[in-house]
């Protein structure tokens, strides 16, 4: 532990301990990948009930729903085990960027044809967190293309979230896949949404020590701590770009989206305290929502003398300028040693968009259409060896 001096046997002992704790251990890639599988059902069913007049709070209800039903039927044996919701259903719409996730006392928000949807949510298996977004547009189809800016920062924030995918591998520096995904927006005209963080993932930790961030400030380039990619890190890639400036807003949506902080104080207020213990005997460090609550009145009491404190950190509900539109796109992705293994995320459906640009940069390209696992060369029959192909970027997240 940061702090203490340690014995070099009792040294090795944490590295052994903290290693069974990383995706060197099989049974922690294996909770990891139960939890992307769950991720990944959920998703889908959410995105199927992506239509004209369905009500923004009934798809973020759904998605909780099926969160906690199918995390409750894995690992029933192990009595000791917490599983759940790792991020509450968030469903964010056109110039919305984020962590939308409205209480059913709220204002009713009813899908319109032609509303760009980004659907974010995730599930943790005893702490191992798999998340994933992915953007739809309502009414879209193979035969009702979308078509204009709309497609160009759907296909640019896909294209940009595979990259930064590929670009993990061990001793990539973070600010190289900053630049790979801030040029990738460059290339289809649109722009990231500055100074958003894609993290490394720890157990109970959905925001780990590692950063990568997008289309940083000056402020936030200088303040970014420089790292590299290493074996058995597990990451969560998110991109959101957006058609105007990338700039992000508050406005009166209310935040309900939080998540506990390591910190220490003494609540006065009795609900306050009832609500505080349970927050944390139900989600522990795991991010959640008001609408997990059954009295939503006392929860909206107890929460602000929380939060004004430091004990819990708000995920603000962010916008763009009003006319734009922003895109999402984010996986789970394990770096092993024998390659990249996307775990948790949905593939694009290129058969619905007619993007107007499309990406020319040879490198950047290049990174798009390789393999998350190198092949592996086989030995030459006839003296030589065959040339292999690149598959086509995404053929490895087709479910």
């Known amino acids: 532990m940061p702090g203490r001096k340690e014995s070099e046997t009792s040294s090795a002992g944490s590295e052994t ?8 251990s099989d049974l922690v890639v294996t909770k990891y990948s139960a939890a992307a599988e769950i991720v990944n059902s959920v998703l889908k069913e959410v995105l199927a009930n992506v239509k004209e007049g369905t009500e923004v709070a009934a798809l973020c209800d759904l998605g909780d729903k099926l969160l906690k039903e199918k995390t409750d039927k894995v690992y029933k044996k192990e009595k000791n085990i917490q599983k759940g919701v790792a991020m509450p259903t968030c469903v964010s719409v056109d110039n919305c960027i984020c962590h939308f996730s409205p209480l059913r ?10 509303n760009v949807v980004k659907v974010d949510l995730g599930a943790h ?15 879209a189809s193979k035969d009702n293309k979308v078509d204009g800016k709309k497609a160009d920062v759907i296909r640019a924030a896909y294209d940009a979230m595979e990259i930064g995918i590929r670009m993990l591998r061990q001793g990539t520096k973070n600010m190289d896949i900053t630049e790979a995904i801030d040029k990738t927006a460059s290339a289809y005209g649109v722009k990231p949404i500055e100074n ?8 109970n930790k959905i925001d780990g020590e590692k950063m990568i961030i997008q289309n940083p400030d000056e402020k936030q380039r200088s303040a970014m701590e420089k790292c590299t990619i290493d074996k058995h890190e597990v990451y969560a890639i998110d991109v959101l770009f957006s058609t105007g ?3 992000t807003k508050d406005m009166d949506a209310r935040t309900t989206v939080f998540k506990r902080e390591d910190t220490q104080y003494s609540l006065k207020m009795k609900a306050s305290r009832v609500f505080f213990h349970d927050v944390v005997s139900k989600f522990g460090f795991m991010p959640f929502t008001l609408r997990a609550f059954e009295d939503e009145v006392k929860a909206k009491m107890g929460v602000v003398e929380c939060e004004r404190h430091g004990l819990l950190r708000p995920y603000q509900v962010l916008y763009e300028k009003e006319e734009e539109v922003v895109a999402q796109f984010k996986a789970t992705v394990l770096v092993m040693p024998s390659g990249l293994l996307k775990i948790a995320g949905l593939p694009l459906d290129v058969e619905s968009l007619n993007p107007t640009k499309k990406l020319e940069d040879e490198a950047l390209l290049k990174t798009l259409n390789s393999s998350l696992k190198p092949k592996k060369k086989k030995p030459a029959t006839s003296g030589t060896a065959k040339k292999e192909e690149a598959p086509v970027a995404g053929d490895e997240t087709k479910q």
């Open 17 to 24: 301990e903290e290693q069974a704790e990383t995706i060197a």
């Open 125 to 139: 298996i005893d702490g191992y967190v798999a998340t994933a977004a992915h953007t739809v547009v309502v009414g």
């Open 245 to 247: 400036p990338g700039k």
């Open 105 to 114: 006392s709220d204002p009713p928000v009813l899908l319109k044809t032609g």
């Open 196 to 203: 958003m963080i894609s993290h490394s993932l720890e157990r």
